[in-house]
């Protein structure tokens, strides 16, 4: 069973840019979650979708957003890119069955850079 | 805001000997605890979990054990190898709402050979 997907692994932008990450889930995981990897703040959640809606939220500024498809596939977009928004982009799917558990399966990450 | 915090940001052990890793969470209202660790270049990958329930679980050469008078919660390993050498993260998450689960800010492992 393939794993979860990110793409793209890599990418550079200039401030004030904009950004749009893929991320794909485990075949049957209807849950996706989105996380800011930075050295300075560690692991911190963006928002989760299930069905095609927004679930949970994070506390995040409004240039980031998100959203998910009918087959669970999930993208993830920042506007108006910042310094401060360089940062491994981290995608987790789960199977939400009823709640038993809450074991999430990462991607490798989108690292993105802006200059 | 939502925090999770380690007592320790680095650790270097001998291998073969057993390592511990602590974490302080600090909203009581969670009910699940997980460990990840993350090597280089890779997302986290899920270790053991244990619900507020239980005081103890156990793995194959990990124990979690969880103390909620304290809010503490550490993660056991045994015989530790150079394998084992990657970023831990204690991550909570509520009943409720099983899918945001919130992460500390990671233990680095150096396991010497």
């Known amino acids: 069973k393939a794993g979860v997907t990110q793409t793209p692994r890599y990418l550079i932008k200039t401030r004030g840019q904009q950004v749009t990450l893929s991320c794909s889930p485990i075949?049957?995981?209807?849950?996706v979650s989105w996380y800011q990897q930075t050295p300075g703040q560690g692991l911190q959640f963006l928002f989760e979708?299930?069905?095609?809606?927004?679930?949970n939220k994070g506390n995040f500024p409004g240039r980031f957003s998100g959203r998910q498809f009918s087959n669970s596939r999930s993208e993830m977009n920042v506007s108006t890119l910042e310094l401060g928004d360089s940062a491994l982009y981290l995608c987790a799917s789960s199977l939400d069955q009823g709640r038993n558990t809450g074991e999430l399966f990462f991607g490798e990450g989108s690292r993105l850079t802006v200059l | 805001g939502e925090s999770v915090g380690l007592h320790l940001p680095t650790l270097s052990v001998q291998e073969g000997d057993n390592s511990i890793i602590n974490c302080a969470y600090s909203n009581s209202a969670s009910d699940y605890f997980i460990w990840y660790k993350q090597e280089s270049g890779k997302g986290p990958q899920f270790i053991i979990d244990i619900r507020s329930n239980m005081d103890k679980r156990q793995g194959q050469r990990v124990t979690v054990l969880l103390n909620k008078t304290v809010k503490h919660l550490s993660l056991q390993i045994a015989a530790t190898q150079p394998g084992d050498s990657a970023v831990y993260f204690c991550a909570e998450s509520l009943k409720t709402s099983y899918d945001k689960v919130i992460f500390g800010p990671g233990t680095s492992l150096s396991v010497i050979p």
């Open positions: 979708y299930f069905s095609e809606t927004q679930r």
């Open positions: 075949s049957g995981h209807r849950s």
